[in-house]
């Protein structure tokens, strides 16, 4: 039995049409120690339907309502026995079968408490539209508008219990809150690894309309303001700059 014990939560609302290639690329993974949590958003478009027929394969399911995307995070932090907890949307998959084993190599070979890689958005074919090269960790740009890129995000358990959960308050930005909470505030020990691992759809909420690109934007300078970024107003105007190079990767 491989060492470290992943938990993997993949969430989920009227993704009927995207939650099962999502599943494949998790029931395709050679590494094995992995505990499968499913929370789904009272789905009502077949969704709930497909994720019962994987049931052999998922671990712990729950379809409630909820009240977001973090609060559905949460609830399958809450409930993770895992070492190491990370997230896969159901619009999102994998790139192969061995992103876990990769993941779990990071953890096991180095004193790390957060592992971040690199994603491709794809468009509505497949087809790579931007790429998020997240580059080595450095702790300092972070004040310069720098995020790693949340799909690829693993952390022990053990940080989810000493600095808190997401925090709804933060609307769209709160993955970059707790990803600033955790690496930047409290200084956690974090490794890059150097390889694409998710395959993620483009049209993320705060990007949709105007207003809530807005919105982000507010939010992003109150999670950087709490968390003592250096000068939060130069780092949220340089934050979205950064996605700008993602098209000529």
Same mark, same amino acid.
Request: hydrophobic fraction near 40%; include cysteine.
């Given at each position: 039995m491989n060492g470290i014990k992943i938990s993997l939560i993949t969430i989920s609302r009227n993704a009927a049409t995207?939650? +099962?290639?999502?599943?494949? !690329?998790? #029931?395709? +993974?050679? /590494? %094995? *120690?992995?505990? /499968?949590?499913?929370?789904?958003? *009272?789905?009502?478009?077949? $969704?709930?339907? $497909?994720?019962? &027929? *994987? &049931?052999?394969?998922? %671990? #712990? #399911? &729950?379809?409630? !309502?909820?009240?977001?995307? /973090?609060?559905?995070? *949460?609830?399958?932090?809450? %409930?993770? $026995?895992g070492d190491v907890v990370g997230v896969l949307n159901a619009d999102d998959y994998f790139v192969d079968e061995e992103v876990l084993s990769a993941v779990a190599g990071c953890f096991e070979d180095k004193d790390t408490d957060v592992v971040y890689a690199d994603l491709d958005y794809v468009g509505h074919n497949d087809q790579v539209v931007r790429r998020w090269r997240a580059g080595n960790y450095e702790r300092n740009h972070f004040n310069y508008g720098w995020m790693p890129p949340h799909p690829t995000f693993y952390v022990r358990r053990r940080l989810f219990d000493t600095f808190g959960l997401y925090r709804g308050d933060y609307g769209s930005a709160a993955d970059y809150e707790l990803m600033l909470r955790f690496m930047y505030l409290n200084k956690t020990k974090v490794s890059y690894l150097n390889k694409v691992i998710v395959k993620m759809k483009t049209g993320g909420i705060s990007n949709r309309y105007?207003?809530?690109?807005?919105?982000?934007? +507010? !939010?992003? /300078?109150?999670?950087m303001k709490m968390n003592h970024i250096n000068i939060p107003l130069l780092a949220v105007m340089l934050k979205p700059l950064r996605k700008i190079a993602q098209f000529f990767c």
């Open positions: 995207t939650i +099962q290639r999502c599943m494949d !690329s998790i #029931f395709m +993974q050679a /590494y %094995h *120690n992995l505990e /499968y949590i499913v929370i789904d958003g *009272n789905s009502d478009d077949g $969704t709930w339907e $497909t994720i019962l &027929k *994987n &049931k052999a394969d998922i %671990h #712990f #399911f &729950k379809s409630e !309502s909820d009240l977001g995307i /973090y609060d559905a995070i *949460n609830k399958g932090i809450i %409930h993770a $026995t105007l207003g809530n690109r807005l919105l982000a934007w +507010q !939010s992003d /300078y109150k999670a």
